[in-house]
């Protein structure tokens, strides 16, 4: 089972709020911690061969590019979707589509900083929560990302 399973009878309607409330809230939520917990190891723990040096810096640059894409969509297409003018999303669909391709560019960065999101032995508290809540984000983007395309904007593709 897939994790965009239980979704696949909602609404387009249905599966837009579930789409602002359990991903874009999240990650609004989340990555300001990210980022500042980041920040933290990459100073206190700059000399240690594990650490993830640029992490907060590509973490900021993702939070920046993801709030763009998110805004696209709330205030663009999914309001057209909703309205039932699926017809002309197929262009803004198809940028959506490639921001999400480069979304994915960028947590594969992600995992090349922090070597896997693998901790070193004895990593302190911040490093451990650090880890824990971008292996959550890193999902979270992820399923975000396959509830989109797979699920609402195949509707849009397929003329629903
Ligand atoms: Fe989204
Ligand atoms: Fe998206």
Redesign the pocket.
Known sequence: MTNTEPMTQASNEELIEH??TR??DTHREQLPELIQLSERVERVHGGHTACPAGLSSHLTHMAEE?ET??AK??KIL?PMIARGMGAMAGGPVAV?RHEHDDHGSALEELERITHGLTLPEGACGSWQRLYHGLANFRDDLQA??Q??NDLLFSRIDGGN
């Open positions: 789409i602002l991903y874009h993801l894409h998110m969509e709330e999914f959506m975000h990302i509830t989109e």
